[in-house]
Each structure stands twice: as C-alpha cells, then as structure tokens.
T-cell receptor
Framework: GNSVTQMEGPVTLSEEAFLTINCTYTATGYPSLFWYVQYPGEGLQLLLKATKADDKGSNKGFEATYRKETTSFHLEKGSVQVSDSAVYFCALRRIQGAQKLVFGQGTRLTINP | ETGVTQSPTHLIKTRGQQVTLRCSSQ?????VSWYQQALGQGPQFIFQYYREEENGRGNFPPRFSGLQFPNYSSELNVNALELDDSALYLC?????????????FGEGSWLTVV
C-alpha cells in the first residue's frame, strides 16, 4: 500500500540555521507529493507540492524536489525563522481516484531566537 | 484563509452519544473529504464525497457516515461515540479529484469524548 515516512522529531534549531526534514514514500505508480504545515491550534496549510519526478516545489523559502529514484521529497530551507515553528507533514496522493492524502506522522519544528 | 469553514470548533460529548460536524467547502469546489487527526499523529482519511456521492473510504467503521449537499457543503456523523474518537476532525475541499489538484483544509473541529 501507499505510505509516507518522515524524520522523527522534535527538531530544535537556532534562528538562521539550515533545515532539512526527510521524507520518503512507498507508492504504486507516480503519486503527487505535498508538504503541509500546521501552526499551533490551526488546521493544515499547503506549503508546497510537486506532481511529477524531478519537479521542485517551493514557497516561503522552503523547497523540496520529487526524487523518483530515491522515493524521497525532503523539505529544506536555507535560513529558518522563529515564525517557522510548527508541525510539518509530508503527504502523497495518487494521480487518479479518491482525493485521499496519505500523511506521514509529522515533524515538530521549534526555532529558538 | 482557505475558504473552507467548519463548525463547531470545539465540542465535548459523552461516550455512546452521536455527533454531527459541518463543513462549507471553498466556493466552486465539488469534492469534499474528511480526515481524523489524533493527538500527535498525521491525519487519517475517513471518506470523500464527489457531487453528493461517496467515492472513497478509509479504514473507518460504518458508524462514521457523511453527506454532501447540492451546494457541496458536507456533514460528518459519528454514532456510538468511543473515547478513541477524541481527535481533530478536518474537512478538505478541492475542485475535482485529479491527483495534482490542490486540497484546501479547514481549521478543524476538536472533538473530546468523555
């Protein structure tokens, strides 16, 4: 079946540090890949997405590249801010069929000033 | 602001009771899905509605049921509540079912079962 495995948290960094959150997936076919962010007490917000191999999604300084050969979609940011503190979820979705997102377990990120 | 609104935002129910959660999808979106997010976990897919018909379901028992109305708003009903049903329930909408379409989430309804 389809599944997503994320780097276990929590992750604590200092402001302006480089961030990587690892995400690997198992899927039949070629899914679309997503990163969602959840700020405290809020719902999920789409951060970025990639719909085919070698696509790079980017938003708000975050980037992730769809790597079919390593079945990965790692999230990176060159210089994090305190406001980036949140829980980050990697997810996949099949191209056809139900609008079913399969999520990883989430990685809690805390940025200290 | 995603345009997906859910109500109520918080509620407390007693084991064995029934609950109805409501969702208004973003304007023009004909597909609605529901997710359950237990504390510290990723969201789990419950089911999806496309043009008023259920067209996908996750691994949830039949006491989880839903409806989609002609204006594409939706309800999630849970009967015979159990303690483990305590979670954040998220509604999501999109335009169609294509894998590349963006899915927008509401802020969720926090359900506590005591």
């Amino acid at each position: 079946g389809n599944s997503v495995t994320q780097m276990e948290g929590p992750v604590t960094l200092s402001e302006e540090a480089f961030l990587t959150i690892n995400c690997t997936y198992t899927a039949t076919g070629y899914p679309s890949l997503f990163w969602y962010v959840q700020y405290p007490g809020e719902g999920l917000q789409l951060l970025l997405k990639a719909t085919k191999a070698d696509d790079k999604g980017s938003n708000k300084g975050f980037e992730a590249t769809y790597r079919k050969e390593t079945t990965s979609f790692h999230l990176e940011k060159g210089s994090v801010q305190v406001s980036d503190s949140a829980v980050y979820f990697c997810a996949l979705r099949r191209i056809q069929g139900a609008q079913k997102l399969v999520f990883g377990q989430g990685t809690r990120l805390t940025i200290n000033p | 602001e995603t345009g997906v609104t859910q109500s109520p935002t918080h509620l407390i129910k007693t084991r064995g009771q029934q609950v109805t959660l409501r969702c208004s999808s973003q304007s023009g979106h004909n597909t609605v899905s529901w997710y359950q997010q237990a504390l510290g976990q990723g969201p789990q897919f419950i089911f999806q509605y496309y043009r008023e018909e259920e067209n996908g379901r996750g691994n949830f028992p039949p006491r989880f049921s839903g409806l989609q109305f002609p204006n594409y708003s939706s309800e999630l009903n849970v009967n015979a509540l159990e303690l483990d049903d305590s979670a954040l329930y998220l509604c999501a909408s999109s335009d169609g079912t294509s894998g590349g379409n963006t899915i927008y989430f509401g802020e969720g309804s926090w359900l506590t079962v005591v």
